[in-house]
């Protein structure tokens, strides 16, 4: 890989930038001044340093987002804030996107990545990925919801959805309020709130807690999110 690529990458600066550092011989390869903006490095091999300070190079990243309501899942928008514009300055890279979305009221877990492939695999319909869900639910969830959601149900619009697993977590008699657990394989438009809507009740609050293998980390408070660790990557690989 070309210095001036790694040392951009890693944003150091821009492209243009980064090579006026590197004339300025503020970079050093293995402890060695390089002013060439054209030098190969091996960034699992070479020592990339810039102004003393060793840059290591990472093509991926990984972050786990607890969205609070409120936030919509895009990369930009002029009037509302995005769940990129959570990210701190030192972690933002214009690459990051977030891999699927969440209603604009849902609270939960979204992965933001520059991983492509990754996205690709869990977002693919071929792949049945499974997503869990915490909701609040106006309406007396039943026995026999539970077997319609597991049978699949026909949404409005006459759409047909994937069973679910569905588990009545609390139910409220009184208040004819349920909450549950509820776990799908695809992302129709509105999924969720739509299955809750085709047995006649619906949904008053809304979070995804797990993604693939991988469940929201229970000490990440609302807006906050931390990288994810080599075990739940390989996890979200294996997904």
């Not at 006459?158 to 394989?185: F, M, R, Y």
């Not at 438009?189 to 809750?196: C, D, E, I």
Request: proline share 3%; aromatic share 8%; charged share 30%.
């Amino acid at each position: 890989m070309r210095l001036d690529k790694y040392l951009a990458d890693m944003q150091i600066g821009s492209r243009k930038e980064v090579k006026g550092y590197i004339k300025k011989g503020w970079v050093q390869v293995n402890g060695i001044t390089v002013k060439q903006d054209k030098y190969q490095v091996q960034p699992e091999a070479d020592t990339v340093s810039y102004q003393g300070v060793e840059v290591r190079y990472q093509k991926y990243f990984y972050y786990m987002l607890n969205k609070p309501a409120g936030v919509i899942s895009a990369t930009t928008d002029k009037q509302q804030k995005t769940v990129i514009d959570l990210l701190q300055p030192t972690d933002f890279r214009p690459d990051l996107f977030p891999v699927g979305r969440l209603d604009k009221d849902t609270e939960g877990f979204v992965l933001l990545s520059n991983d492509g492939e990754l996205a690709h695999e869990l977002l693919s319909p071929k792949k049945h990925v499974a997503k869990e869900y915490f909701a609040k639910v106006s309406g007396v969830m039943t026995k026999e919801d539970v077997v319609a959601f597991a049978k699949g149900l026909t949404l409005d619009q006459g759409e047909v959805a994937l069973p679910g697993k569905l588990q009545i977590l609390k139910v409220d008699e009184v208040k004819e309020t349920s909450e549950i657990s509820l776990v799908i394989s695809e992302g129709k438009f509105h999924q969720v709130k739509r299955m809750v809507q085709a047995v006649g009740k619906k949904v008053t609050y809304l979070r995804r807690d797990r993604i693939g293998a991988v469940c929201l980390d229970s000490e990440l408070k609302l807006g906050d999110y931390r990288p994810l660790t080599k075990k739940e990557i390989i996890a979200l690989s294996k997904s």
